[in-house]
């Protein structure tokens, strides 16, 4: 494969980059933003190069751990890290529903100044992976760039009502 | 309403999988091996196979019936339903001799969620970064610590 298929993301907010860094690089900030409608445990955060960040969000019975090595990091323009599901030990797992998901996705996140707002962008790719999860990440990001989630969407509804 | 089930507890990335199969297996009652979400996404991303699948939601259709409006040859239209079908998207019936293809509805509804999961995560977690940093802005205009 020669080009990876990329996801991005952008977003300003109406707040100085430095703030913007500060809630990313924060733990007890971090924990309050990440994961909607999850209780978001950060249980290490370490933002240097090499370090970890252990995530764990919990909601009912359930949880879900997140291992993340940070491979650069320049305060306050850039994130870049490694994101994998772990299991409760912090062991890099695959998910048994979706095994050609990408075991690692490469994470960018750069801050841009924009007069007193902040311009976030974020970037995932896949890291080191194979023909497989690029297949896998490139079907499904398709379906969030393109659109046609949208349509399937409307399909799926009418199916419902059929089905009624 | 089942949206609001859906999303209470939306997560990203590979994390949703699990938590979405583990709901949708609940709700739909997948009583066999479940179809897993790659191989419906590896399905859906074919815009051949999406047009089948939004004919195939105005009732059953044989391949020839299915063949008819595409610039495809119907081994072609074999191929794309053997594809369907293994990702649980489409079911066929044996004994009939046209084979006519039916739409199954859960796994498009799985995957299609997962998206919209995957991107309720980000919008919602941005916007309570959006809130906390609003915070943030006003203690240190009230010359307050973080």
Known sequence: MSELPIYVLERVFDAPRELVWQAWTDADL??????????????????????????????????????????????????????????????????????????????????????????????????????????????????????????????????????? | MAIGMRTAAASPLTYLVKKYNHFVMEQSGYGNQPETLDAVFAALADPTRRAILTRLASGEASVNELAAPFDVSQPAISKHLKVLERAGLIERDIDKQRRPARLKAEPMAAAVHWLEDFKEFWTSSFEQLDSLLINLKKRKDAGGQT
């Open chain 1, 30 to 164: 971090l924990a309050r933003w990440y994961g909607p409608r999850v209780e978001t445990i950060v249980h290490s955060l370490e933002v240097k190069p090499g370090g970890l960040w252990l995530n764990e969000m919990k909601w009912g019975g359930n949880s879900n751990y997140q291992r993340t090595e940070f491979t650069e990091v320049i305060p306050p323009e850039r994130l870049v890290m490694l994101q994998s599901n772990s299991d409760a030990d912090w062991n890099i797992a695959s998910n048994p529903q979706m095994p050609d998901w990408p075991r690692v996705l490469l994470t960018t996140v750069t801050f841009q100044d924009d007069g007193k707002r902040t311009k976030m962008r974020l970037t995932w790719a896949p890291h080191e992976a194979s023909d497989k999860e690029i297949a896998c990440f490139a079907a499904a990001i398709d379906g969030l760039d393109k659109g046609w989630a949208a349509g399937m969407e409307l399909l799926a509804q009418l199916l419902a009502e059929q089905k009624a």
